[in-house]
């Protein structure tokens, strides 16, 4: 189911153009868990399968593809910040939410959102489709460490992605 045709095209009916927005775009500017994946390339990650889960699950799916995809919109180049590392998994959920109200998000995308760093967010989840995101993004973070990434263009193609390491840099 992941990775037919109308899964991607029902995909990109819930984010209805929203991938393309200035805003989210500049996501692909921002480094994200290792180097040759942007912060965009990580949230489309976890919008796709986060998405495809709940739609497995009969959960709202449309809401996880959203909210997967503006999860981590804070738009911050940490290393230019003083910000150390621990404050900014606690600090990220609620900048990206504010940056993602622009959007007009339902309750359920903010409590998303704002909720997929728990414990370290101290709320637990209000709904089934957060804790299945915040999953998701563990997973997908994890995915991206061991260099096992799809190509970020395959959630809008027709074809499925072919998953590739992501090259490391060599050590001069």
């Given at each position: ?14 984010l209805?153009g ?66 150390g590392?621990?404050r ?22 903010e ?13 637990p ?6 804790l ?10 994890v ?5 096992l ?5 395959a ?18």
């Amino acid at each position: 189911m992941q990775w037919k045709e109308e899964n991607r095209a029902l995909f990109a009916a819930c984010l209805n153009g929203l991938e393309d927005e200035p805003m989210v775009r500049a996501m692909d500017a921002i480094p994200q868990h290792v180097k040759g994946v942007s912060c965009y390339d990580h949230c489309l990650f976890v919008a796709y399968v986060g998405f495809t889960l709940c739609r497995i699950f009969g959960l709202d799916y449309r809401a996880a593809a959203r909210a997967g995809l503006l999860h981590d919109l804070y738009l911050q180049k940490w290393e230019e910040t003083d910000v150390g590392r621990f404050r900014r998994l606690v600090i990220h959920p609620q900048l990206a939410l504010e940056n993602a109200r622009a959007f007009g998000l339902s309750p359920m995308e903010e409590d998303i959102i704002g909720k997929h760093m728990w414990p370290l967010t101290l709320r637990p989840y209000r709904y089934l489709e957060s804790l299945v995101v915040s999953c998701v993004d563990k997973v997908c973070a994890v995915a991206e460490l061991l260099r096992l990434y799809p190509d970020p263009a395959a959630f809008q193609s027709q074809q499925a992605p072919q998953f590739r390491p992501v090259p490391r840099s060599r050590a001069a």
